[in-house]
């Protein structure tokens, strides 16, 4: 939602259950230490963010994460934030991975797959000799219970239900066999993004939907990194898990941060007291480019940035609610604001050239199912045409100049906004001042919490994005009707309550079809119609910009291996290949690198996982910021 960012950068924040990282954008938003103060600026942010007692002069190598997106849950079955499930992809392996070259399938928990020749019987081998982290042995069986826990429990589909939706039965015949049988064969079963959990930890758990995981630590998993500590919107610490088959990781701790303030958290990365800062402004990496032992990464980005209409929030039961402005069931209406939005100027004054102009869906990192506009498909930049739209919808402009209907109601519009992203912030005056011209009044509510109100309807516009994932199931799921919430009282997977029966026919088709050159036309297909609908108007598709101190980070992997990022990644890479600086880096104050107090991870946007839902309730999924989204 998102999470995006996302990944979204998502939007407001819910509930453990009903809660989606949702910010229109993919922003992460926060995890760790509350360095909120913004008042008091930097110091006083460390003041009222106190660090965790991480070994400071103890001789360990910590690895400290500046993040601006808080936890909404420590269980995977309720996670949906960006910055929670990357704390879950270090916990614990899913059945595949990515590779960080290229984003290819490869082994995780499963060593080896196979389909049936209907494509609806898959087996997967289980890696053997691998355990938990308190020692009891990694088998089959904790998969089989995990899926099967998501097929029969509501609550426990409540992040990922999507991705189990077309399973009809999960069996594990012996400890290195799971064998799945789908109703209908199913694209993404090598990219089930689902982390899996110990049976013998969790079959204990009586309500799934209460149940944050956040009581007991260390957290038993099987990952790269163990949960050893957490401190509500101050920090989460992780330790190395010195069993995992890969081999344990380099750094002795990993701690990510919370700061609400991005000043403060580049202040903090200019002392030492943090590795490693994500999601930053051009004038954050400019004032970075000249700085002694810091290295700025500037690579493609993995989401969109976007402006979402409100097409009348409705629940599956054909209930509708929310206060959406009727105007904008209008296409031409939409399509009027989104003639007058200049994308080319947003790429080049809000993001300074870190970004690429929006055009599909999909960015163009992902070349496989990339596609853009042509012709008089194409919403260009042209106000004069969306003033004449606006003529002919019956939206004249008064003696005032104001855009009024032919109820003589102002088109006054109000577009959420996150409080915690500039970006959301500098676009918004500018949509103000292109709209204004037009006749059209805009208020900008900037929120910490978006996510409240957009689950519920009230919104006319808002800032959306999503982080997406090498396969782009999920991003096209949640636009589907079968992600609307069930009731007006529920809360679903979608998006923005979009509804299109031909929107949702591509996708069925896309969903059980392997052959990738097909599965591909009809992605691009999708992006097409999406776009027709005009209920999203993707502006910009952002770079990630992110630092880190080579005094203590001696090198990282980025994903893909060219041109690649360092936060947010599809697996552990990055976190888990990090290797420390030799000699004194300081992590934190005063402290050297060998008791270094932070150290760097880098990215929280979560990627968002290829989703299946052929037919079945599609889970709700983490909506994010900037930094958030998936």
């Known amino acids: 939602m998102v999470s995006t960012a996302p990944q979204r950068s998502p939007r407001p924040s819910p509930s453990p259950a009903a809660a989606r990282a949702r910010a229109p954008r993919v922003v992460l938003a926060s995890l760790l230490v509350a360095g909120a103060a913004l008042a008091g600026g930097p110091a006083a942010a460390r003041a009222e963010s106190p660090a965790p007692e991480d070994g400071k002069g103890s001789g360990k190598k910590v690895l400290t994460v500046a993040v601006s997106q808080s936890v909404d849950s420590l269980s995977p079955f309720l996670a949906q934030r960006l910055v929670s499930t990357t704390i879950h992809k270090l916990a614990y392996e899913n059945l595949t991975n990515y590779d960080a070259k290229d984003a290819r399938p490869v082994p995780g928990l499963a060593t080896a797959w196979k389909a049936s ?19 009891k042995p990694v088998t089959a069986e904790d998969a089989r219970w995990t899926f099967h ?3 029969t429990d509501e609550n426990a589909a409540t992040a990922n239900g999507s991705f189990t939706a077309n399973f009809a ?5 012996d400890a290195r066999t799971l064998v799945v049988t789908l109703r209908k064969p199913q694209a993404n079963m090598v990219a089930l993004d689902v982390p899996i959990l110990p049976k013998h930890v969790w079959e204990k ?31 989460v610490r992780l330790t190395p898990n ?16 919370y700061y609400k303030d991005g000043d403060a958290a580049v202040a903090a990365l200019r002392k030492g007291e943090v590795s490693f800062v994500p999601n930053l402004t051009p004038a954050q990496a400019a004032s970075l480019g000249s700085a002694e032992n810091v290295k700025v990464n500037d690579a493609p980005g993995r989401r969109f940035y976007a402006l979402a209409t409100n097409p009348g929030a409705r629940a599956r039961d054909g209930k509708k609610f929310g206060n959406g402005h009727p105007a904008l069931l209008d296409p031409a209406v939409r399509r009027a604001l989104f003639l007058a939005v200049d994308r080319r100027a947003i790429v080049e004054k809000v993001f300074q050239g870190h970004a690429a102009e929006g055009e599909g869906y999909i960015p163009p990192r992902f070349s496989t199912y990339f596609w853009k506009p042509e012709g008089a498909q194409r919403i260009g930049h042209d106000p004069a045409e969306a003033a004449r ?18 109820d003589g109601r102002p088109l006054d519009l109000r577009i959420l906004c996150h409080a915690t992203d500039p970006n959301d912030k500098a676009v918004g005056k500018y949509l103000q001042e292109w709209w204004g011209e037009l006749g059209v009044g805009l208020e900008v509510q900037c929120l910490d919490n978006v996510s409240d109100p957009w689950l519920k309807g009230d919104y006319d516009l808002a800032f959306d994005g999503w982080s997406v994932n090498p396969d782009p199931d999920f991003v096209l799921s949640i636009h589907t009707c079968a992600a609307l919430p069930a009731t007006p009282k529920d809360t679903g997977a979608t998006d923005n309550f979009i509804c299109d029966k031909r929107y949702d026919g591509l996708y069925a088709r896309q969903a059980v079809e392997y052959d990738p050159a097909k599965r591909a036309d009809l992605v691009r297909d999708m992006q097409s119609r999406l776009y027709d609908t005009g209920y999203m108007n993707v502006m910009a598709y952002p770079n ?24 947010g990644q599809d697996g552990y890479w990055s976190w888990w290949s990090a290797v420390p600086a030799a000699g004194d880096g300081a992590a934190g104050a005063g402290a050297s690198a060998s008791g270094s107090r932070t150290g760097v991870l880098i990215g929280i946007g979560a990627a ?14 983490r909506r994010a910021g900037a930094d958030e989204r998936e």
Request: charged residues 25%; without cysteine; proline residues 4%.
């Open 242 to 257: 010195r069993s995992f088959w890969r081999g344990a990781p380099k750094f002795d701790e990993l701690v990510l941060r």
């Open 149 to 151: 826990t998501m097929m």
């Open 169 to 173: 039965k999960v069996a594990a015949p």
């Open 608 to 621: 968002v996982g290829a989703a299946v839902a052929v037919g079945g309730v599609l889970a709700m999924r």
């Open 389 to 406: 739209l606006l003529d002919k919808a019956g939206y004249r402009k008064n003696a005032a100049g104001k855009r009024t209907g032919r």
């Open 117 to 135: 020749a209907d494509k609806l019987t898959w087996t997967f081998t289980i890696r053997e000799g691998t355990t938990w982290s308190d020692g």
């Open 544 to 567: 990630a910009v992110e630092a880190y101190r080579t005094d203590q980070i001696a090198s990282v992997t980025t994903m893909p291996a060219a041109a690649g990022n360092i936060w």
């Open 205 to 235: 758990v009586g309500d799934f939907s209460k149940y944050n995981n956040d009581k007991s630590f260390p957290v038993v998993g099987n990952g790269p990194f163990v949960v050893s500590e957490y401190k509500v919107d101050q920090y």
